[in-house]
């Protein structure tokens, strides 16, 4: 690509756009060049020195800023939105119609109970974030809390365009000074979503917290001089990959990596399923709709279905009825599909060709496939294909859950409350009526863990009645 | 005589790396027609695809490219099937990807990988194994053909790239850990036989690795991420690589005494470049550099880096320390996926041979690039027509810069560039919220 057609994508340094063409990059995974301001990594940091701008702010002012943000961002009358959807649609694999439908959740994102929610379910008391809270323990010594703002840097994940916005929001909410590390498929939308924001006002103290800029994931001239304690309390990472094998060498005392890790999903479905025709044609929906968030990027996209039949007339039956809905248009998934990696395709034509490994329904047209296969196949599916692996029991597909499987859906929903203790213990983290993956239950927890309760710097100032802690003995006689 | 016949007969032609791609397209065609007719009936996989494809005769290289099969196709077995030993299921899956009768293999009481890969060899299907980016093994089965002729062609290699000729006065150091993969073992025992003598030859005395202890670390490696592996599993495996790693260094000290020893020798190393250059620190350290080795070591070096951190000035270094000229160093493209090495030239380009096919496609590997205009990146691709083990057309994971002009050196006919670089390799910059098991896996297994 030309010079002349590299897009621009400036930064936002506290409500400032730097706009620039110093750097050249190319988006991972389309190939196509950005043009960046050179990076100063001066203003990245605060000096310690400092108080964070948004220590003294009440949360009610915070989120009462951020709900105007979420109207604010409302596509059709947000222009910066408008331009970014066409930026994005460059950069990203996800079809343009999926990224629109994603920046039309901004303002529901950002609606108020939706943040209060994640404050009142991370902390017992929210009074810490605005204050001293003072407590006192059984022998009458009296504390005073605080959830001190933290120094973090964001590293967005490129998946999810409207991710960011979930990042700004828990930035804010901790009081947070941010770096927005922006992700080199979405080098635009952070940048758009800050810019909206300096617009209501340029001074705010939300906006004199963040930063959002481009630089090579694992490029070592940023990271190594930047990723230092003196600088940053904590490096939130949404996802895995080469870019966070990078850093976590940067990781040490002072320093912490709060990650949202790779994770894969699966389904689980009971043999009551089948009791009717209409029950199995509305559960292959529901699968259907978990395995197309995102065309299968997300994270919480299901990937394996374990179903409870021993009958492989059965099994068909539900892979057909599957199929069939995989390869339709959904709000956040296109009816075709990007197609999976020459490796995964290799894969199953070969096992296809032995003839007694994979039973394949559908074909390499981006309408989605599905695998019946007795154990589970060892690649990782993606672009819409569901591996179908028939077990005696669900409690068989317990032993498949490990620490990496994030959201499991569950057919019929009354049997989560009968596997979750086992799915937990094996590393699950959270369980669903299948089809609702993609829905949340307001202040959830993620990835097993309240996020901002591990963001904010915990300082405690303490009265201890006692004369002294630590006395002296008593001289030896 | 058939028109495969015909081209490998040129094997053996002193003119074969200097053959005008036009003068031999027709006829290279007409071997991959040949070619086809025959592997379809014996490879389970290119008849799937010839049916999927509906292609049934080539009649351009643009029809051959569905019909090529992704390196990724010889790594699509289930690991699984080797942790659980369901040979059955390995046999039948080799019998899937290759020429290989796999039916005639009696897989009753086979013990482990090693076992499963020399009852295989006994009725001539021969597996040869390549660790792969992704931690999951290529599997490649070759014929007693197969093995010959790419053992034949890297002698014929080193004599063309460098005029060196195979009449045995060498003293050749093996400097790498041997295999023992037949094909390896078998290209070992002709390089000693071409230009040196068993008995005058030293080969680094550590234990082959086996394609079965490659495996059982892989092994090791999947039983860490299902949970299933003990603590004090881990710690054995890795006081055996410690123990690994020490018997490699007390064999490269002896190496080098015998190399200080034959330094007045005409000699020819071989090696990868990381074991070369630890090599080369430690004859340096013992006092002794260039000016103590004879002006005309040659060297045969095989792979990149893979991997390995090098001081930039690496290549210099090493061939400083041993005297060796530019011209007496035999540098060859190619991958297990093939039989033939592709030699460079003094030009610094890969040639190959009227035998092989180039094909260079676009990154997805979809469709021939057009290649009127002069040399082009492409994603490599090749049919083999010396392949008899297994179907000859292979896509690789390189990016190559493709040429069919006539090289700087004078030479005509196709050549890769001297810059090669795996897609796997571009761009570490994604990051993504969905992952699986295997980034949770810490450690050398």
Redesign the interface.
């Known amino acids: 690509m030309s010079t002349a057609t590299a897009l621009a994508a400036p930064f936002i340094i506290r409500g400032e756009l730097i706009e620039g063409n110093a750097d050249r990059h190319r988006s991972r995974d389309l190939g196509v060049d950005f043009a960046t301001p050179a990076i100063d990594l001066d203003v990245l940091v605060t000096p310690r020195q400092q108080l964070p701008p948004l220590l003294d702010v009440p949360l009610t002012e915070i989120v009462d800023f951020l709900a105007e943000t979420g109207q604010r961002l409302a596509l059709d009358a947000n222009p910066h939105m408008q331009r970014c959807l066409d930026l994005v649609a460059e950069t990203n694999p996800l079809p343009r119609r999926v990224v629109e439908n994603l920046y039309r959740t901004a303002p529901e994102l950002l609606r108020r109970d939706n943040l209060w929610a994640q404050v009142e379910s991370n902390f017992a008391d929210p009074a810490v974030l605005d204050g001293w809270v003072t407590r006192t323990d059984a022998a009458g010594n009296t504390a005073a809390i605080r959830a001190f703002p933290p120094r973090v840097v964001h590293m967005l994940a490129g998946n999810a365009p409207a991710g960011c916005i979930a990042s700004i929001a828990q930035g804010a909410l901790v009081k947070a000074v941010s770096v927005f590390k922006m992700a080199s498929s979405d080098p635009f939308t952070t940048v758009a979503v800050l810019r909206t924001m300096a617009e209501i006002n340029p001074k705010h103290p939300v906006v004199q917290s963040m930063s959002a800029v481009y630089w090579a994931g694992g490029d070592e001239s940023v990271e190594r001089t930047i990723y230092r304690p003196q600088y940053f309390d904590k490096i939130v990472a949404w996802g895995g990959g080469p870019a966070i094998d990078n850093v976590i060498k940067y990781l040490g005392p002072g320093i912490q990596l709060v990650s949202f890790d790779p994770k894969s999903s699966i389904s689980m479905i009971g043999r009551e399923a089948f009791d009717s025709e209409g029950i199995l044609a509305d559960v292959a929906e529901r699968v259907a709709a978990d395995t197309c968030v995102f065309n299968q990027e997300a994270c919480l996209a299901s990937r394996f279905v374990f179903l409870e039949t021993a009958d492989r007339g059965q099994a068909r039956r539900f892979c057909t009825q599957l199929l069939a809905r995989l390869g339709v248009d959904r709000t956040f998934g296109s009816a075709v599909a990007p197609l999976p990696s020459a490796d995964i395709r290799d894969e199953i034509e070969v096992m296809g060709a032995m003839g007694d490994e994979l039973e394949v329904f559908g074909r390499f047209d981006g309408r989605g496939m599905v695998l019946l296969s007795d154990e589970p196949v060892e690649f990782h599916p993606s672009n819409k294909i569901s591996n179908v692996v028939m077990v005696g029991s669900l409690d068989d597909a317990v032993r498949h859950v490990n620490v990496a499987t994030q959201t499991i859906g569950m057919y019929p929903y009354e049997r989560k409350t009968q596997l979750r203790d086992a799915l937990a213990s094996a590393g699950g983290q959270r369980v669903c009526r299948v089809g609702t993956a993609n829905g949340h239950v307001a202040g959830g927890p993620h990835d097993a863990m309240y996020p901002l309760a591990r963001l904010v710097h915990w300082m405690g100032d303490d009265d201890v009645l006692g004369a002294d802690a630590n006395p002296v003995l008593p001289a030896q006689l | 005589m058939s028109a495969v016949d015909q081209l490998l007969a040129l094997q053996h032609d002193p003119g074969r790396y200097d053959i005008a791609p036009s003068d031999v397209q027709a006829l290279q065609i007409e071997a991959v027609n040949e070619r086809f007719a025959e592997r379809i009936d014996q490879i389970?996989?290119l008849?799937?695809?010839s049916q999927?494809a509906e292609i049934t005769t080539v009649t351009e290289a643009e029809d051959l490219v569905p019909l090529l099969?992704?390196h990724?196709?010889y790594k699509?077995?289930?690991?699984?099937w080797l942790a659980d030993g369901r040979w059955d299921?390995m046999a039948?899956?080799v019998g899937?990807?290759s020429t290989c009768d796999s039916s005639r293999v009696d897989v009753d009481g086979i013990g482990g990988l090693d076992d499963f890969v020399d009852r295989m060899g006994s009725v001539g299907c021969y597996l040869t194994c390549s660790s792969g980016t992704?931690g999951k093994p290529a599997m490649i089965a070759c014929s007693e053909s197969d093995l010959e002729v790419a053992s034949r062609a890297n002698v014929t290699g080193l004599t063309w790239a460098t005029g060196i000729p195979a009449d045995g006065s060498r003293k050749l150091f093996g400097l790498g850990p041997r295999t023992r993969v037949e094909r390896n073992e078998r290209t070992r025992i002709a390089l000693v036989e071409a230009f040196s003598t068993e008995a005058d030859s030293y080969q680094l005395p550590v234990a082959p690795i086996s394609v079965g202890s490659i495996m059982a670390m892989i092994d090791l490696r999947h039983r860490i991420?299902?949970?299933a592996a003990n603590p004090s599993e881990l710690a054995e495996f890795e006081t055996t690589s410690a123990a690994r790693q020490s018997e490699m260094e007390t064999a490269i000290a002896g190496a080098i005494d015998e190399l200080v020893a034959a330094r007045d020798r005409k000699l020819l190393l071989t090696g990868m470049f990381a074991s070369l250059f630890q090599v080369a620190q430690d004859v340096r350290a013992k006092g002794f550099s260039g000016k103590d080795f004879r002006a005309d070591t040659a060297l045969l070096v095989a792979g990149g880096l893979k991997g390995a951190a090098l001081p930039p000035d690496y290549r210099e270094f090493i061939f400083d320390t041993f005297n060796i000229a530019d011209e007496r160093v035999y540098h060859f493209y190619t991958m297990q996926e093939l039989n033939t090495p592709f030699p460079k030239c003094p030009g610094g380009r890969y040639h190959l041979p009227p035998w092989v096919l180039l094909l260079p496609l676009d990154e997805?590997?979809e469709k021939l690039v057009d290649t009127t205009a002069g040399p082009i990146q492409a994603r490599g691709a090749f049919f083999d027509l010396s392949l008899d083990g297994r179907w000859g057309g292979v896509?690789s994971g390189d990016r190559i810069d493709a040429d069919f002009g006539v090289c700087g050196c004078g030479h005509q006919g196709p050549t890769v560039g001297p810059d090669i670089t795996r897609y796997a390799d571009l761009?570490?910059?994604?990051?993504?919220?969905?992952?699986?098991?295997d980034?949770?896996v810490r450690g050398e297994a």
């Open positions: 389970p996989l008849r799937n695809r999927s099969f992704a990724g196709a699509s077995y289930a690991q699984n299921r039948k899956w899937t990807v992704t991420a299902d949970g997805p590997g896509i761009g570490g910059d994604k990051i993504t919220c969905s992952g699986t098991i980034a949770y």
